[in-house]
């Protein structure tokens, strides 16, 4: 299957700080791509869609102002947590989308952000 | 609008027993159906999916059947092992939206 990176893979930082978190895909294009937040023990839960060359589309409830969206290049997206806060810590899993007729996405490894 | 509903966890089950865990939908259109496994720790991995009514999707010794006249995918295994151990994760894409909707996922523990 496709495979999809991201990094860091942890990070932790303090209170006040930002943190960019890339992904990327690493053996095919994707025009879209998406970040997701996953709460211990629950189901993840989409934040926003990143098209390339264009704003991202955020879900109802998110602060686009907070959580920054950059999708660069087709197969790259960058997602930074600006003025972070100790309840921004979770973990942020991306995933890119495969174009065609069969359209699925694949999830990178995730990563797991500590605000102290 | 879209959903996913999924049999609740945790799932316990010594090893080489036979797994099933249920998953139903409701989608506009004929969307795609996935399953997803996530390791503790990890991000989501594909498993299997299947895109159109009675595909079956197949991998690692896992199934799972489209079924429009049911709206279900229900994931089976006939052995599982330790190794096996995860969240799993019932999904659909191509519905009413374009955005994959999962369902709230399923523990499964193996035991030996």
């Known amino acids: 299957g496709a495979v999809v990176s991201q990094h860091p893979s942890w990070v932790i930082c303090k209170s006040g700080t930002s943190v960019k978190i890339e992904c990327r895909s690493l053996?095919?294009?994707?025009?879209?791509m998406f970040w997701y937040r996953q709460f211990p023990k629950q189901s993840l839960m989409l934040m926003a869609t990143?098209?390339?060359?264009?704003?991202?589309?955020?879900e109802q409830g998110v602060e686009k102002d907070k959580f920054l969206i950059n999708h660069a290049s087709l197969t790259l997206s960058t997602l930074t947590v600006t003025s972070a806060h100790p309840e921004d810590s979770s973990f942020y899993i991306c995933?890119?989308?495969?174009?065609?007729?069969?359209?699925?996405?694949?999830f990178g490894p995730g990563t797991r952000l500590l605000v102290l | 609008g879209d959903s996913v509903t999924q049999m609740e966890g945790p799932v316990t089950l010594s090893e080489e027993a036979f797994l099933t865990i249920n998953c139903t939908y409701t989608?506009?259109?004929?969307?795609?159906l996935f399953w997803y496994v996530q390791y503790p720790g990890e991000g989501l991995q594909l498993l299997l999916k299947?895109?159109?009514?009675?595909d079956k999707g197949s991998n690692k010794g896992f199934e799972a059947t489209y079924r429009k006249e049911t709206t279900s995918f229900h994931l089976e295994k006939g052995s599982v092992q330790v190794s096996d151990s995860a969240v799993y994760f019932c999904?659909?894409?191509?519905?009413?939206?374009?955005?994959?909707?999962f369902g709230t996922g399923t523990l499964l523990a193996v035991q030996p």
């Open positions: 995933s890119a989308r495969t174009s065609g007729p069969q359209e699925t996405q694949y």
């Open positions: 053996d095919f294009q994707a025009t879209t």
């Open positions: 299947a895109t159109k009514a009675d």
């Open positions: 999904a659909l894409s191509g519905g009413a939206t374009n955005k994959l909707i």
């Open positions: 990143s098209n390339e060359g264009s704003k991202a589309t955020y």
């Open positions: 989608a506009t259109g004929y969307p795609s």
